[in-house]
T-cell receptor, first 116, second 115 residues
Framework: AQSVTQLDSQVPVFEEAPVELRCNYSSSVSVYLFWYVQYPNQGLQLLLKYLSGSTLVKGINGFEAEFNKSQTSFHLRKPSVHISDTAEYFCAVSAYSGGGADGLTFGKGTHLIIQP | DVKVTQSSRYLVKRTGEKVFLECVQDMDHENMFWYRQDPGLGLRLIYFSYDVKMKEKGDIPEGYSVSREKKERFSLILESASTNQTSMYLC??????????????FGSGTRLTVV
């Protein structure tokens, strides 16, 4: 089974400052990695995903993430945040179980708070 | 774009009622999932299905059942609703190619309150 740890439950950042949201995972098999964003009272929206290839993945809204296999990490970054980036961010992992596709396993989320 | 539609945004039900949450997707995805979301606990997988009439238990299946009679529709059933099932319920669908799952599309969620 796989697991995901988001190290920070809440991250306050000033507008236009850079931000990093941390995510670590554990799995005994190869994984795919995802970041989702949830704006208030909405469902989850895919920000970006790592399937294979380049370890630096670019997503929507100026976000990017870097897959580090040796550190089992997939941290999300943005060089300059905007007030509209205030949301809950979820890191997720998918691993092949052998009996079909497993559901994604999610971290507990990081609430990004942008301060003016 | 894939669309995942959950039939209700808000529901209020009484303890002991049988509750049906409906989810429909329009992109012929083979995999469908039900999660519940609670503050501080993140998303937890209740059940998932990778084919019609197939179902698999997730991490917290107790008190729930599911039905998938057609590929596009995945229903979550609370057999006898209890107050500890008050939560946000999220449906998702996705496709698998090779190893693992290529991410999901989520519905907007159903906020269920059991009184």
């Amino acid at each position: 089974a796989q697991s995901v740890t988001q190290l920070d439950s809440q991250v306050p950042v000033f507008e236009e400052a850079p931000v990093e949201l941390r995510c670590n995972y554990s799995s005994s098999v190869s994984v795919y990695l995802f970041w989702y964003v949830q704006y208030p009272n909405q469902g989850l929206q895919l920000l970006l995903k790592y399937l294979s290839g380049s370890t630096l993945v670019k997503g929507i809204n100026g976000f990017e993430a870097e897959f580090n296999k040796s550190q089992t990490s997939f941290h999300l970054r943005k060089p300059s945040v905007h007030i509209s980036d205030t949301a809950e961010y979820f890191c997720a992992v998918s691993a092949y179980s052998g009996g079909g596709a497993d559901g994604l396993t999610f971290g507990k989320g990081t609430h990004l708070i942008i301060q003016p | 774009d894939v669309k995942v539609t959950q039939s209700s945004r808000y529901l209020v039900k009484r303890t002991g009622e049988k509750v049906f949450l409906e989810c429909v997707q329009d992109m012929d995805h083979e995999n469908m999932f039900w999660y519940r979301q609670d503050p501080g606990l993140g998303l937890r997988l209740i059940y998932f299905s990778y084919d019609v009439k197939m179902k698999e238990k997730g991490d917290i299946p107790e008190g729930y059942s599911v039905s998938r009679e057609k590929k596009e529709r995945f229903s979550l059933i609370l057999e006898s609703a209890s107050t500890n099932q008050t939560s946000m319920y999220l449906c998702a669908s996705g496709t698998s190619m090779g190893q693992g799952t290529y991410g999901y599309t989520f519905g907007s969620g159903t906020r269920l309150t059991v009184v």
